[in-house]
């Protein structure tokens, strides 16, 4: 079978990644099999879309997708960048339990539905954009979801996946400061609890996003040494959401 360059190059991405950096011979054994999978793999997209509904996996399968859709656009592409390999690294060991979580609602399906060949999707496939951290693009793109979630527009959900996309660069990325990693951590369990909770429209989810995103432009508008605590005021009622459904 012969891949694709998007194929070629996430293999190339995996490979590059010593197994010995992995804490047990469990995670190694689950490393291989996805990378073994992808490179037989004739549906690449479609099986990396399915990766991402995946329980815990959705962040490791978006850092994939974003490879392999830079390579799609850019026919001169040559290979990931080390950011490339930290980040898909760090994301696949939040997955696994080795690094940072990324709590999952339990209606997604285990690791062992993505081995499954005949295993079908649950949710819809994301929509991956071209995501990079930056701190006032980020504000704006925040801005707009909570513009489209206020009016029901179609868009949400694909602007809810490009901020899931975002917030997956800053929290497996490196220097990023350590509350904006812990924002946008917090966003992303937040965002995946309202979407697998059909709660897009519930009017608390509204008052929650209205009063978390104001402190997100505040800050990313703000001269570095103006900003301090500044997040804060987004960091709180993001830590304690789910007391507002319980």
């Known amino acids: 079978m012969t891949m694709s360059r998007s194929q070629e190059a996430v293999q190339s991405l995996l490979n590059n990644i010593p197994l010995g950096l992995f804490s047990s ?25 399915k990766l991402y509904t995946v329980k815990d996996f959705s962040n490791f399968a978006l850092s994939l997708l974003w490879v392999a859709k830079q ?6 592409f040559l290979e990931a960048t ?12 939040a997955a696994v339990g080795e690094d940072v979580g990324f709590p999952a609602s339990p209606a997604e399906p285990p690791l062992e539905s993505f081995m499954a060949t005949s295993a079908e999707a649950t949710v819809p496939p994301p929509v991956v954009s071209e995501a990079s951290g930056d701190e006032k693009g980020f504000a704006q793109l925040l801005e707009k979801f909570v513009e489209v979630m206020q009016s ?8 809810l996946q490009q901020v899931l996309g975002e917030c997956a660069v800053v929290v497996s990325g490196a220097g990023f400061a350590e509350d ?44 570095p040494e103006a900003r301090s605590g500044l997040l804060e005021e987004g960091i709180g009622p993001l830590r304690d959401f789910k007391s507002m459904f319980e």
Request: aromatic share 10%.
């Open 82 to 93: 080390t950011e490339d390999e930290q980040r898909i690294f760090t994301s696949f060991c």
């Open 180 to 223: 904006y990693k812990e924002y946008c951590r917090l966003m992303t369990e937040f965002l995946n609890y309202i979407n697998e909770n059909q709660l897009m429209d519930d009017v608390r989810v509204m008052n929650i996003l209205s009063n978390v995103s104001s402190p997100v432009s505040q800050w990313a508008n703000a001269a």
């Open 152 to 159: 029901g527009d179609d868009a949400r959900m694909s602007l």
């Open 25 to 49: 011979d469990e995670h190694r054994t689950t490393f291989e099999n996805i990378k073994n999978q992808l490179a037989a793999s004739s549906d690449f997209d479609g099986d990396l879309k």
């Open 71 to 76: 390579v799609e656009e850019n026919p001169i």
